[in-house]
């Protein structure tokens, strides 16, 4: 009924950039605001980015703040995630996800994808 499908993420150097897309099988799209997450070995998800449904707003987490960018297209139903600037501390399992608040606590949100893997080398 729903799904939602990471892809771009792969092996890039430090400094480098990549854009994730997250194509999302929502009847009702706009109505959804999304985020991303991120999960690396060893560590908790954490929030990354998020963006209301109007995409109107944003929100970031300080340590991607200046870096990485949320967008959307709501006709094309897809999100979008612009990392710059790249770190090894970037490196982490990156999932879309989609919910029906704005917000930046996973219990906000509904829908999950299966993850893109993001890997940044030094």
């Known amino acids: 009924q729903v799904s939602l499908v990471e892809s771009g993420g792969g092996l890039v150097q430090a400094g480098g950039s990549l854009r994730l897309s997250c194509a999302a099988s929502?009847?009702?799209?706009?109505?959804?605001?999304m985020g991303w997450f991120r999960q690396a070995p060893g560590k908790e998800r954490e929030f990354v980015a998020a963006?209301?449904?109007?995409?109107?707003?944003?929100y970031y987490a300080d340590s991607v703040k200046g870096r990485f960018t949320i967008s959307r297209s709501n006709a094309r139903k897809t999100v979008y995630l612009q990392m710059s600037s790249l770190k090894p501390e970037d490196t982490a399992l990156y999932y879309c996800?989609?919910?029906?608040?704005?917000?930046?606590?996973?219990?906000?949100?509904?829908?999950w994808g299966q993850g893109t893997q993001v890997t940044v080398s030094s």
């Open positions: 996800a989609a919910g029906r608040v704005f917000g930046f606590e996973a219990l906000q949100y509904n829908y």
């Open positions: 929502i009847r009702t799209f706009s109505d959804y605001n």
């Open positions: 963006i209301s449904w109007r995409g109107d707003t944003t």
